[in-house]
């Protein structure tokens, strides 16, 4: 896979730590794991600006990496993962279609809100990736009703095995930023201190 440039990667670790969205102590995740930092990502649309450069870099890297040409739909992962979706849908000129955390009882009883077609090739966009449950499953939904997923894409890679996991299922995963770029950016930067880059490198090295 091909990574954005360093200016970008650069200039999306400045916006993160502008508004404040790298938090060191100890904090439960949504797999449950139990981490010394935590990436508040579900912030972001709350900075207009910022929401709509990362969105730019979504679209840029989207581009890049796979090509418009190669998606018929752009899948938001409930709840972060849709915000981002329904931007870059619209920036991209794709349908934009969610995923419901659990199929309804009522109406059509499904669990994909939005028109999928049989055989459409569907993007399933999130905000960060750790272990990559959240993503498979909601490739397993589209699947059941006749989409294919074949890729990925996240702002943030937290580097614990997503990846891996993804790709066991024949999901390519696309990224803007790893958790260890993140850090490394914001220490040349400035931004954090010595000691909490190394607690992230240290959480790393651990889950590799």
Known sequence: M???FEKEKAELSRILHKIGAMKFG???LTSGRISP???DLRIVPSFPDAFQRVCDLYVKLL???LGAENVDRIAGIPTAGIPFASAVSYLMKKPFIYIRPKAKFHGRERRIEGLLMPGDCVLLMDDLITTGLSLRKAAKAIKAEGGVVKDALVMLDREEGGKQR???DGIRLHYLLTAREAATKLYELGAIEEDQLKTILKQKTRKK
């Open 63 to 65: 581009e890049k990496n």
């Open 37 to 39: 930092y935590y990436i």
């Open 26 to 28: 100890t904090f439960k």
């Open 2 to 4: 091909l990574a954005p």
């Open 166 to 168: 993804l790709l066991k």
